[in-house]
Structures are given as structure tokens and as C-alpha cells.
């Protein structure tokens, strides 16, 4: 358990450090097409245009590249019609209060609307090529978005997973000094799903996606069995909280169902798992036995807090 903590923090760690080498790469990428584009423009466009923009993960070198790709589009001749490429660092900039480089956007933007003021309709040729290149630069700046979302999920979820690892660490330390059956078999069988959501989102196999799936499936497919469950983990990660609801006089099952509120699930999620009809007179007794009436505050803000102030 301890290394495959390690593991997970580690590639944290290393897309964290790759990140930080791109855009050190592409900082000098930039400044050097910069230098380039009053002494050899063709160079400089050649490297902008050829830039991988997977590179450009902030808006400041999205900005940056657009503004740098505009000027240098003008120093090679190439006319565009349309602001859709200058607007990139136009808005940066202005947002940032950058004032000399909205200036130099605004000296493109000027540019590009006196080529489109003198474009005639004949010019059909000339519509066509700036509107390859607009489209060009934008299904790139596309895909870098994707990709991005994407870097974000992995992180996140490599974040997430850490912090469930150290959960049940914590967990299983706690079980460990008390041993329980009955804990131990809930706690293996939720390992044992755990394991497979982990190896399923490091691998890209499709195979081991399905079966994670499949283990999560059945894990949840049996509503009561799942609510025992949870409240069985409850009373050894969080036997205060589960003491004081047991104290109020709810049931083991309603003892469950607030835990499901702990986790972070609405009233509405919760009814909608269960499926019960009377998700809502449920609510009301556990209200009624915890001292709640209705213009108290939200149930799962409630048990939330509660949750932390035993925990102190």
C-alpha cells in the first residue's frame, strides 16, 4: 500500500515537472521567433506556425503565440480578413492591463481591418487562403484545449485517488488495532475495487476499464447491502459520528443513509440510489430525531459539519 502510494504521488509529481519543462521550452521558442521577425520574418514564421500547441497550456502563451503568429503573418505578406486570431491576445492583454502589447494587438487588429476594407468579393482566392489559416490556428488552439482538460482529469484523478489510498490506510490501521471480521471482509471487498479503479486508469487497457466498471457495479447493485456497508467503515474510520447519530436514536440504516450525506451526495442523489418513494419522509424523521425542524440549516451541511467537529 505504502508504494503504491509513492507511485501515485510520484506521477503527480512528474506531469507537475513536465509541465513546468514545456513551457521553459516554449518561452524560448517565443523569444526567439520574436528576435527573428524584423530580421528574418519567414524564419520566424516557419517556427511559430510549426510550434506544437500542446506547448501553449496558459493564456499567457496562447496570447503571446497569437500576437507573435499575427505580426509575423503581416512580415511575410500573408493578408487576413478576420480578428478571430488577434483576439487571442487582445483579450489577454487587455484583461491583464498589459498596455504595450494590447497596443501592438491593436496595431494588428487595425492592420487586419484595412485588408478587409480594401478585399473585393472577386477575391476569392485571397478569402480562401487566410481562411485556411484561420482555421488552421484555431482547430489547433482546439485541441490544445482538449488536451489540457485531459492533463486535468488525469491529475485530478491521481489526486483523488491518493487521498483515498491514504483513507483506507487509515482505515485499515484503525481495524488492525481492533480486529473485526466483519470490518475486514467490507474493507477487503472495497480494496479489492480499488485496486482495479487504479489499475484500470493507469492502463490504457479497455479490457481492465470494463471490469472496474463491473466491480463498481456490483459494489453498488445491492442498495441495502451497500448502506450496511458503508455504515460498517463509518464506525471505524468515524466512530464518534457514528456513536452520536446511534446516541439520537437512528437505526443502522439510517445511520448509513447519513452517511451517504458525509460523502458529498445531494437529498436528490441519495433518493434517486435508493429508490425509495419516501426518500423525503426519511429525510424528515432523521431530521426530527437529530433536533432539526425545517428552516434549520441543509441536512448534508449539517451531518458535514457535525462529521468535522467530533473529528477535532
Known amino acids: 500500500m505504502r508504494n503504491l502510494e509513492n507511485y501515485i504521488f510520484g ?5 507537475c515537472l513536465c509541465s513546468c519543462m514545456h513551457t521553459s521550452n516554449v518561452d524560448m521558442v517565443l523569444d526567439q521567433a520574436e528576435m527573428y521577425l524584423t530580421t528574418a520574418p519567414d524564419s520566424a514564421f516557419v517556427s511559430l506556425d510549426s510550434l506544437d500547441r500542446s506547448l501553449l497550456n496558459t493564456r499567457e502563451l496562447q496570447a503571446r503565440h497569437a ?32 498596455s504595450e502589447n494590447t497596443q501592438k494587438a ?6 487586419i481591418n484595412e485588408n478587409a476594407s480594401l478585399l473585393a468579393p472577386s477575391d476569392t482566392l485571397k478569402i480562401q487562403n487566410a481562411r485556411i489559416i484561420e482555421e488552421r490556428y484555431l482547430d489547433k488552439m482546439t485541441l490544445i484545449e ?8 488525469i491529475i485530478l484523478s491521481l489526486i483523488l485517488l491518493s487521498i483515498l489510498v491514504l483513507i483506507i490506510r487509515h482505515v485499515v490501521k484503525k481495524v488492525k488495532s481492533r480486529p473485526d471480521e466483519q470490518v475486514m471482509t467490507v474493507i477487503r471487498q472495497r480494496l ?15 479490457k481492465l476499464y ?31 459520528f457514528t456513536a452520536y447519530l446511534h446516541d439520537k436514536g437512528l ?4 445511520i448509513g443513509y447519513c452517511c451517504l450525506y458525509t460523502l458529498g451526495l445531494k437529498g436528490k442523489d441519495i433518493g434517486e440510489y435508493i429508490q425509495k418513494k419516501r426518500h423525503y419522509i426519511i429525510s424528515h424523521e432523521i431530521r426530527q430525531k437529530l433536533g432539526l425542524d425545517e428552516h434549520d440549516t441543509n441536512i448534508s451541511i449539517y451531518l458535514r459539519d457535525l462529521l468535522l467537529d467530533l473529528e477535532r
Not at 506521477?11 to 506531469?15: E, G, S
Not at 503573418?73 to 491583464?96: C, P, Q, R, T, W
Not at 491593436?106 to 492592420?111: F, V
Not at 479489492?192 to 479497455?206: C, E, G, N, Q, T
Request: hydrophobic share 35%.
Open 11 to 15: 506521477l503527480v509529481l512528474a506531469f
Open 67 to 98: 500576437l507573435l503568429y499575427s505580426q509575423a503573418l503581416e512580415k511575410v505578406g500573408i493578408e487576413v480578413y478576420n480578428d478571430s486570431i488577434i483576439h487571442i491576445a487582445m483579450d489577454y492583454y487587455s484583461s491583464v492591463g498589459d
Open 106 to 111: 491593436q496595431k494588428c487588429l487595425d492592420k
Open 146 to 153: 482538449k488536451e489540457k482538460r485531459i492533463r486535468e482529469i
Open 192 to 206: 479489492s475495487v480499488l485496486d482495479k479503479v487504479i489499475a484500470s486508469r493507469i492502463s490504457p487497457d479497455d
Open 210 to 240: 470494463r471490469s472496474s466498471e463491473q466491480e463498481i457495479d456490483v459494489l453498488m447493485s445491492d442498495r441495502e447491502e451497500f448502506l450496511r456497508s458503508t455504515k460498517i467503515v463509518f464506525e471505524e474510520s468515524h466512530p464518534k
Open 251 to 254: 437505526t443502522d440504516w439510517e
